[in-house]
């Protein structure tokens, strides 16, 4: 294993695995992820520029000779199981529909799974908007695959995980936090297209660091505001469509086809649209800019990509937009904006490599000043998608 956190994960894992099943499991990781720019045009079938983070969810497995699977996680000190012939399995609510929905549908999708017993770790915090879910089921994914001796194609894996959270767990999410868990490239952000998947690696350049900073607030809203936002997307595609020959997406329309067809939309319905349309240009251009090495070019369109978040979109809060004032007055800050579905969770920051502790210190302080909340911050080191960590 690379490192001393990762000695760490293993051992732990190994150690609650043998404790709950006893056995000596392999041990198979997902990494989390941030997105550069490209916010709520995934389910739009638009562009994202996402990277995994070095943070991953870990399961450790043995299979078994029978249909069940047994699971238990380190951080929840908590166990489940199911049996893979289940007739009529239903969700409960909890993070235990993550793992079974991936079962049940890589099972229905043809792969025959062995039984198997699984112990669920890592060092990814929950509910950060750093993907902690995706990064689940596919770590999941990834282990039940392997030791059922089945082959895995890392697009039909982010595809499987992708239909078990929206037709299991119930979240209508887009494809770009699974997709990239699986087929992240070490060192780079990915231009990824949602409609046909294809997708373009960037290396980032040493000279800058991707910057997280973790606001602290986790918003309940969150979930239903996602939905409601995916609504109005939908919304919008069928009275453009009227207008418009070949619209099935908000991708498939441009800002100047929208500013033309702007009378058939009401007003709060045209913001949502103005947003997807420009960002999916935004997240073009930055992938251009930053294979053209124009840093200072990508930042500005993270900032506008913030401000069309908050202001048409209207998935900030006050403690987004304050972490990405106080950034936005440094030197060194090329860009900066709220990352994920919003109402909480992380900004992106896009940072000179050699301000970054002059950034995170002053950012710090800064944050806990304005809202008396301790912020995490840290630096992203893009990663690999999903693998096996041991043997
Ligand atoms: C969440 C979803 C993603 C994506 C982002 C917003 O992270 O899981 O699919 O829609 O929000 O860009």
Redesign the pocket.
Known sequence: MANEAATWIGTALVRGFQQAFGGEPRLFRAPGRV?LIG?????NEGFVLPAALDLAVWTAVVPRVDRRVRVGSLALDATFEFDLDDPSPSAVGNWSDYVRGVAIVLTCSGHRLMGADLMIGGDLPKGAGL?ASAALEVSVGYALLAASGLEIDPIALAKACYRAENDFVGAR??I??QFISCCAVKGSVLLLDCRSLEARPIVIEPSVRLMVCDTMIRHELASSEYNLRRADCERAVTLLSGAMRGVTALRDVTPAELARHAALLPEQTFRRARHVVEENARTLRAASALEAGDVAECGRLMNSSHASLRDDFEVSCPELDVMVELALRLPGVYGCRMM??GFGGCTINLVQAQTVEHFARTVRDGYKSATGIAPAIFCCIPGAGAGPVYP
């Open positions: 997105n916010e709520h045009t995934d389910y993907s999410c887009g770009m936090d994920g579905g």
